[in-house]
């Protein structure tokens, strides 16, 4: 018996085996315990393994490509179009067999235990930002529940936190005083935990050439750089800069049919957090073209016809784009000269 392709659904004890052979002829259909995984493809000659990229798939892929078999990950949205009916394990399994066959379904490149490491940086940074905006909002809300408020920004926060930590301060009851103690020591734990991670990304940023170069784009702090090599460590995997964008969900959403061309809003398919950074990058970049029009006359004439958040997106697209080029072509981001036609001097 030859197996020549496995389908592996991936689960967290219980794991779905489906074999075939040259033939293409079902073989093994079989469910393995976590600890019986290894075991079971040490036993086997080289053969192709498909896996879905999902949670803990990339540690898998390692796993078992030490085995001698040639691992690929292949996005799940991809595989439902396999499921021939109920879906379950057993039926996840064999779609997965199915599709890691077709010389057109896309695969995505297992990671390195160090890449995943730095993206986990900007994954838990992303969390505790969103940790400490809620516990700001929170301050915010029960100090209005008592009639205190203060503006907005930092400096509205503080006001409010040098309230709640002044013992003297007889416009918090005792009760509300410890309990917004508690919500100021975890905004506070946030913010030491933020720097520190941010201290690490700037180091990774000033030791990796791919990051730097991506930081001469406008719009791409350290931040957003960092985030896109530790997220795309090879950016040949895509052919355009096109490809590269649509990935990130920054394309239309296509839905033409009869010869008519419809394009609808964004996709907002692919990674959500380089989205958003783009995005984020592209407002602030926007806000320097109203400033400062003649510096950014392709942005200008784009404010001038739509709405600035359509605008922000466009030009993320371009970003994405740009960075794609950088990253393949190993080049610096060239600011493009407004050149100015002289003004003829006045006759007589």
């Known amino acids: 018996m030859?197996?020549?392709?496995?389908?592996?659904?991936?689960?967290?004890?219980v794991f779905q085996v489906h074999a075939i052979d040259e033939a293409e002829k079902?073989?093994?259909q079989k469910q393995l315990r976590r600890a019986q995984v290894l075991p079971f493809f040490a036993k086997l000659m080289p053969c192709l393994v498909g896996m879905e990229a999902c949670a803990s798939a990339h540690h898998?892929?390692?796993?078992?490509?030490?085995?001698?078999?040639?691992?690929?990950?292949?996005p799940a949205k991809d595989v439902k179009a396999y499921v021939k009916r109920n879906k379950n394990d057993k039926a996840d399994a064999a779609a997965i067999c199915e599709a890691v066959n077709r010389p057109t379904v896309r695969?995505?490149?297992?990671?390195?235990?160090?890449?995943?490491?730095?993206?986990?940086?900007?994954?838990?940074?992303?969390?505790?930002?969103?940790?400490?905006?809620?516990a700001i909002n929170a301050v915010r809300a029960h100090m209005a529940e008592l009639g205190i408020i203060?503006?907005?920004?930092?400096?509205?926060?503080?006001?409010?936190?040098?309230?709640?930590?002044?013992?003297?301060?007889?416009?918090?009851?005792?009760?509300?005083?410890?309990?917004?103690?508690?919500?100021?020591?975890?905004?506070?734990?946030?913010?030491v935990e933020l720097r520190a991670i941010e201290k690490r990304l700037l180091v990774q940023h000033r030791n990796s050439e791919d990051s730097k170069r991506l930081e001469t784009i406008p719009g791409i702090g350290v931040i957003g750089a960092s985030a896109?090599?530790?997220?795309?460590?090879?950016?040949?995997?895509?052919?355009?800069?096109?490809?590269?964008?649509?990935?990130?969900?920054?394309?239309?959403?296509?839905?033409?049919?009869?010869?008519?061309?419809?394009?609808?809003?964004?996709?907002?398919?692919?990674?959500?957090?380089?989205?958003?950074?783009?995005?984020?990058?592209?407002?602030?970049?926007?806000?320097?073209?109203?400033?400062?029009?003649?510096?950014?006359?392709?942005?200008?004439?784009?404010l001038a016809r739509k709405p600035p958040k359509v605008a922000a997106v466009a030009l993320a697209n371009k970003m994405a784009r740009i960075a794609w080029a950088l990253l393949t072509k190993q080049e610096n981001y060239r600011t493009q000269v407004i050149t100015v036609a002289p003004v003829p001097a006045a006759s007589g």
């Open 2 to 13: 030859q197996i020549t392709t496995i389908g592996f659904d991936l689960a967290k004890n």
């Open 26 to 28: 079902v073989v093994i």
């Open 60 to 74: 898998w892929a390692r796993q078992i490509t030490r085995l001698g078999h040639e691992v690929r990950l292949i």
């Open 107 to 134: 695969t995505v490149p297992v990671k390195t235990p160090d890449q995943q490491a730095s993206l986990m940086q900007h994954r838990v940074r992303d969390l505790l930002v969103r940790q400490r905006t809620q």
């Open 150 to 191: 203060a503006a907005q920004g930092y400096e509205g926060l503080k006001a409010l936190i040098s309230i709640i930590t002044d013992q003297h301060d007889e416009r918090l009851p005792e009760d509300a005083r410890v309990s917004l103690l508690a919500i100021a020591t975890q905004i506070r734990s946030c913010e």
């Open 228 to 302: 896109i090599v530790a997220t795309v460590p090879d950016a040949h995997i895509f052919k355009t800069g096109r490809d590269f964008a649509a990935w990130i969900g920054l394309v239309s959403r296509e839905q033409s049919t009869g010869g008519k061309q419809r394009l609808g809003p964004i996709s907002k398919q692919g990674d959500r957090y380089l989205r958003r950074l783009l995005i984020l990058g592209a407002l602030s970049v926007l806000k320097l073209a109203k400033a400062h029009p003649e510096r950014h006359p392709w942005l200008s004439r784009l």
